[in-house]
């Protein structure tokens, strides 16, 4: 008579783990982040946050000079092209001689 054999496959035993030799350091969380970002993480929060600006400057402004370019609605494209022209070249009431025109103005005004 043949054995009954059984559908269901024998569990497998786990691996196995290594255990981690004594003496080998598992890094702290101020470590990994070492690791990750190169630089220690920093005890003052406006130190962490401008090392957070830095990091992310680059694909910001290319989101930024993007949505000048393409975005669907004209307000954000209108909005985004004036953010990047006042910050490159300064807002043009910055530029504008107009305390010397209402002078001259002025001038012309009392003789």
Do not use: C
């Amino acid at each position: 008579m043949e054995e009954a054999h059984s559908s269901e496959p024998e569990p497998e035993e786990p691996e196995p783990q290594p255990e981690e030799p004594s003496g080998e350091h598992t890094p702290t969380a101020d470590e990994a982040f070492e690791v990750v970002h190169g630089y220690k993480p920093s005890e003052s929060p406006e130190e962490m946050a401008k090392m957070i600006l830095q990091e992310n400057l680059i694909p910001s402004v290319n989101t930024l000079v993007h949505l000048a370019v393409y975005a669907e609605s004209d307000r954000i494209r209108l909005e985004a092209a004036r953010y990047v022209i006042e910050r490159n070249l300064g807002k043009l009431t910055d530029r504008l001689p107009l305390g010397d025109m209402w002078e001259q103005l002025f001038k012309e005004i009392r003789s």
